[in-house]
């Protein structure tokens, strides 16, 4: 039998998806505070450059995975992300990533992508409780229920699905892929499951449709019901941040004046973002000729981005949406710190909406009892 080389895979796999977004998001949280405005403009503009490596921790994000044995005995998640906040401090919070397929349509009564509806209804097509013994989804239900009983948070257990199917898009993305993947909470699906009289943790497989641009155009079926508009994506994505830069503004005001340091964080995170953010179209960062240099090289980014997307999806109502929500998120960020002259008490002014808080002296971790149900320990 001849054995076949391979050097890259067939297709968009999971854990492609999982490996690249777990990627981001570490180094986003691990990523020194620095706008990468280009060298040649700090010189021609004389833009004050300080070097934050020495200033802010050194903690890193950490991740972290079951075996497949352990996944399937009261797991469920692929990836456990804990976030440092200070040196005792930390969040934490759980994912289960799935891989997409593009779907023109399909032929099922009832479902809002039925092409006799209306044609096309192009989408993505996601799996969930496929695994082998379709008990992934109620694994998953019993962990989050767990962690609600013993921490008191309902919504930090996640299905992430990225709404990149070919390898082809993936290749051309230039993007973030945390910003093209919808998170949905266990909490969230069950609970609109209950109301349209569905069960999901019947032992079998699950699909969760979604339009590529319109996020609030989605089902979940094989029992078909439409999903209602939510806020889960901006919301999980506002904590986060929010997270990264109330550390980081925390670290840096003992050197520097906290008007310095909004300045640069807000240029941190527009460039983060790709855009020029609404909130900055007036703002005044330096003199007026550093202003109009920084502002014309936002908004590049944000033309780049534009094409970018454009050429990957083919509608320029997509780059449109993802800018808007980006921009959206940027505006909330930026009224917080507006009004923040002093330390910033993370574990009262940042939510914990969609992280569990945790300390180094307090630890969690989960056990599994004799029918592979999870129970947490404080340890």
């Not at 706008?35 to 950490?62: A, G, H």
């Not at 527009?270 to 960062?285: G, Q, R, V, W």
Request: with cysteine; glycine share 2%.
């Amino acid at each position: 039998m001849n054995k076949q080389i391979r050097t890259s895979p067939k297709s968009l796999n999971e854990w492609t998806l999982e490996q690249n977004i777990t990627t981001e998001l570490c180094q986003f949280f691990n990523s020194n505070f620095r706008f990468e405005y280009p060298i040649q403009f700090l010189n021609i503009f004389d833009i004050p450059y300080i070097s934050f490596k020495n200033i802010l921790s050194k903690n890193s994000c950490k991740t972290y995975k079951l075996t497949p044995i352990e996944e399937n005995l009261g797991g469920g998640w692929d990836t456990k992300f804990e976030i440092p906040i200070t040196k005792k401090e930390k969040r934490a919070l759980f994912i289960q990533f799935k891989a997409g397929k593009h779907s023109e349509g399909n032929n099922i009564h009832g479902s809002i992508f039925d092409i006799s509806t209306k044609n096309p209804n192009i989408h993505v097509e996601f799996k969930f409780n496929d695994n082998i013994g379709n008990n992934q989804h109620q694994t998953l239900i019993d962990l989050n229920k767990e962690i609600e009983s013993k921490l008191g948070s309902p919504k930090s257990v996640f299905y992430a699905f990225p709404r990149i199917t070919t390898i082809e898009q993936f290749s051309n993305l230039t993007d973030k892929l945390i910003f093209h993947t919808t998170f949905l909470t266990i909490n969230e699906i069950e609970e609109e499951a209950k109301a349209n009289s569905i069960q999901l943790n019947n032992f079998q497989t699950h699909y969760f449709r979604t339009c590529y641009k319109n996020e609030n155009k989605r089902e979940i079926a094989s029992e078909i019901f439409k999903l209602k508009n939510n806020d889960t994506n901006r919301n999980l994505l506002t904590e986060l941040i929010m997270l990264k830069m109330a550390r980081d503004y925390n670290q840096i005001i003992i050197n520097f004046s906290p008007r310095y340091a909004k300045n640069y964080l807000y240029l941190y995170l527009a460039e983060y973002f790709n855009i020029l953010p609404s909130k900055l179209t007036e703002y005044e960062f330096f003199t007026p000729e550093i202003n109009t240099g920084i502002k014309n090289y936002l908004q590049n980014l944000t033309n780049k981005l534009s094409e970018d997307m454009n050429n990957i999806f083919k509608d320029d109502e997509y780059s449109n949406l993802t800018i808007e929500l980006r921009d959206s998120i940027f505006s909330e960020v930026f009224n917080f710190f507006e009004n923040k002259e002093n330390t910033i008490n993370i574990e009262q002014e940042i939510p914990s909406n969609h992280t569990i808080p945790i300390s180094s002296e307090n630890r969690f971790e989960f056990s599994v009892n004799s029918n592979g149900t999870p129970v947490l320990i404080i340890v």
